[in-house]
């Protein structure tokens, strides 16, 4: 296939001749993490991905920042503390992303339900002060009656409704986290190129080498490397596999679903979180977005393709059914949905997603237990080992689920640091733990120093802006942009997705460039993609950089083929590569809008 692209030209003629620091594999959001702060400690940096940036498990999330709120129902204190810190630490360095929320808990008097209206109280007024949530906040929990409940939500359900608990959280753009962390690594000396598969790891005299495939080139090469760090999320067996460690298989991949409608089909205000009501300790998640609404997710043992994951017919019952139960008059069809998409989860251990490995009977009296020893703690009348006491005695001394099915897992052997498991809230500390690793690896066995940056203080790209006043600075942007003719709605939508890139945009819309049947503006935003965020194919531009494909799939049939033209003439395409590229992208579109099943079931 003769593909052109001369960032990725250069970055693969350096990843031959430099000897690297850390060679990391696996771009995902745990991958990226690690490489932002490996080359802003002053590492030469390689990170490789088999696949577009993020292509795997890090664009297929719920997009959330999630606090984790069902876990203090069952005494996970540490997990939620541990999670809405690291929200918070995520927000301030990429500020333009994370972007707080309501989340809304409808409460159902029903068998196994995870909360009622006296332990959500309960609950919340623990999370309020786990994420530092003022009493004045905007975000402070609420706790409202059924009748309340149907008022805000006339469309839920309410047979046995009880109450509608509301609380902070926060949604986010997964892919677009991912990018950022990857570009401000490259900004600060990494070098990157996706579709570089490694395919052996062996020993280089005191060195690493791993022998890689670039896909697109059919080209074998070698990259030389002190360490090698796989963070190959759900592939993280595989490629332990390569480099003939001795570890055990470490990974239980889950497959998760999500199904996208137009938000008039479900018109919800705000984030919903919810039991699945199949009695299977599953909650389901509700999201607006623009003008459409996801749901999802399953959570189910996966064994087929990691790189490919569908969405199936089963996956799609059970998300319809569970919608349809919540919303009785919003008669969710398969016809409805204008997209989807299936992630891998990396779990470890035995627990599932929701860390149900040891069902516990947690009642409310033991909840306000809790709540009072911690209530005593913020107030500084004990110190935390009596919280740990108090957390060991109502859990009945048990090992937290949690802990193995949200955990993630740092290993060492033979020169390679394989990280495992996680969620991507956690990763920027998972990254910070890893540079431990590293920092000690380097000393122990090549004398070198290394200086790590403090992560909690450093931006990504596009987070290069006072985190305290993100609305202030996001009009700042949008400003700039309606000042070169881009109409306010638009200029304020690009200003959030590139925070203090939009600068650089700009520079783009000011030249003034309109590709065949584009817009300047999408034009511009086309050639930064390409030129900034290694676009290389056309599913990367609509799916990963921009979510047309998910989010604005009216948009499609208008900008797909002047699209693909114009990264032709950009990427200087052969007509077989042009054709090849066009095919790829109208197959994954298509699986994504799930035009198979429906026209399966319209048999």
């Avoid at 009642?363 to 957390?391: C, G, M, P, W």
Wanted: with cysteine; glycine share 6%; aromatic share 8%.
């Amino acid at each position: 296939m003769q593909f052109n692209s001369k960032q990725r030209t250069q970055a693969v003629k350096t990843l031959k001749e430099t000897v690297f620091d850390v060679v990391i594999i696996g771009g995902g959001i745990t991958g990226a993490g690690i490489a932002l702060q490996a080359a802003a400690s002053g590492l030469k940096t390689a990170l490789i991905d088999m696949q577009d940036f993020s292509e795997g498990t890090s664009s297929r999330s719920t997009k959330l920042v999630h606090g984790g709120i069902r876990y203090l129902k069952t005494f996970d204190v540490d997990v939620v503390a541990d999670t809405v810190g690291e929200r918070a630490r995520v927000q301030k360095i990429a500020p333009h992303i994370p972007r707080p929320s309501h989340m809304m808990m409808p409460l159902y008097d029903e068998p196994e339900a995870t909360f009622t209206p006296m332990s959500a109280e309960i609950a919340m007024e623990i999370y309020d002060k786990l994420a530092a949530v003022s009493k004045d906040s905007p975000y402070v929990h609420k706790l409202l009656s059924a009748e309340e409940a149907i008022d805000y939500l006339p469309m839920l359900d309410q047979t046995g409704l009880v109450g509608l608990a509301i609380y902070l959280d926060f949604q986010n753009n997964d892919a677009r986290l991912t990018i950022e962390n990857i570009k401000q690594a490259v900004t600060d000396g990494a070098v990157v190129a996706s579709h570089i598969k490694a395919t052996k790891i062996v020993d280089a005299g005191a060195f690493k080498q791993v022998q890689v495939n670039d896909v697109f080139r059919d080209e074998t090469f070698d990259i030389t490397g002190k360490l090698v760090i796989n963070a190959a999320g759900p592939w993280h067996d595989r490629v332990t596999e390569i480099a003939d460690e001795q570890t055990t298989d470490a990974m239980r991949p889950t497959k998760g679903v999500h199904l996208v409608v137009k938000k008039d089909r479900l018109p919800v205000p705000n984030t919903l979180y919810f039991d699945s009501g199949f009695h299977d300790g599953r909650m389901l998640f509700v999201i607006p977005r623009t003008d459409k609404t996801y749901f999802g997710t399953t959570d189910t043992d996966y064994t087929g393709d990691y790189a490919h994951p569908k969405v199936e017919q089963p996956d799609v019952d059970y998300l319809l059914t569970a919608i349809n139960r919540r919303f009785p008059k919003a008669k969710i069809t398969l016809e409805d949905v204008q997209a989807s998409w299936a992630g891998i989860r990396p779990l470890i251990g035995n627990g599932d997603y929701n860390g149900n490995t040891t069902k516990k009977d947690v009642s409310d009296d033991t909840l306000h237990a809790l709540d009072t020893t911690i209530n005593q703690y913020f107030d500084h009348e004990v110190d935390r080992k009596k919280v740990n006491q108090a957390l060991q005695d109502l859990s009945g001394g048990a090992k937290s689920a949690s802990s193995v099915s949200r955990g993630y897992k740092i290993e060492v052997e033979n020169g390679i640091i394989n990280v495992s498991g996680g969620k991507l809230t956690d990763y920027r500390l998972m990254a910070s733990d890893t540079m431990k690793f590293v920092e000690k690896a380097l000393s122990d066995e090549f004398s070198q120093a290394v200086t790590l940056i403090d992560s909690t203080n450093y931006p990504v790209s596009g987070g290069h802006f006072n985190p305290n006043q993100v609305d202030a600075e996001i009009n700042r942007y949008a400003e700039q942009l309606e000042s070169l003719g881009i109409l306010e709605s638009e200029a304020l939508e690009l200003a959030n997705l590139y925070g203090s890139n939009t600068p650089e945009l700009a520079k783009y819309i000011a030249i003034g460039v309109s590709a065949p049947h584009l817009s300047i503006t999408e034009t511009s935003t086309l050639h930064y993609a390409i030129e900034h965020e290694f676009v290389l194919r056309p599913i990367d531009f609509f799916l990963r950089r921009t979510n047309y494909l998910l989010f604005k799939s009216e948009d499609l049939q208008r900008l797909e083929e002047p699209v693909i033209e114009e990264m032709a003439k950009c990427l200087t395409w052969s007509a077989e590569t042009k054709a090849i590229m066009r095919a790829e992208y109208v197959r994954l579109r298509d699986e994504t809008q799930l035009k198979t099943l429906k026209k399966e079931a319209g048999r």
